[in-house]
């Protein structure tokens, strides 16, 4: 029985440990070599184009860009190419990554709240 238990302990800790997941949410990083952040503040959803900060952001290809919602409400990063990445829900104080490979002029916003729009421009 002691046995048992002791069995059931390390396997309860190692899903805890393996199945858990981080508040920081979805990521699609793919290990760039360099970072940027952008920023999601308080009360976002009335900024418009000042939402995502800063916006819009300049960056080489190979960039991971890490957002981090600062604000007390869900929020997402999508782009609106259909495709290129989406964060999904990103809850207060959660962050999302991705890296860029491809140059060109990406914009997106967050479709919960339709005036917030952003642009990242890879060079």
């Known amino acids: 029985m002691i046995v048992r238990r002791f069995v059931f302990g390390l396997a309860l800790a190692g899903c805890v440990s393996a199945c858990s997941s981080s508040p920081s949410g979805p990521s699609s990083s ?31 290809s190979g960039t991971t860009v890490t957002w981090t919602n600062n604000d007390s409400i869900a929020h997402t990063s999508t782009s609106d190419t259909s495709g290129v990445f989406d964060s999904g829900s990103i809850a207060a104080g959660g962050k999302f990554s991705f890296t860029f490979q491809n140059k ?20």
């Open 30 to 60: 793919s290990g760039g070599s360099t970072g940027t952040a952008v920023s999601i503040p308080s009360n976002a959803r009335t900024l418009g184009s000042n939402a995502y900060a800063p916006n819009p952001v300049t960056i080489t």
């Open 104 to 123: 060109g002029t990406v914009t997106y916003h967050c479709t919960f709240h339709a005036g917030m729009i952003g642009t990242i421009v890879v060079q």
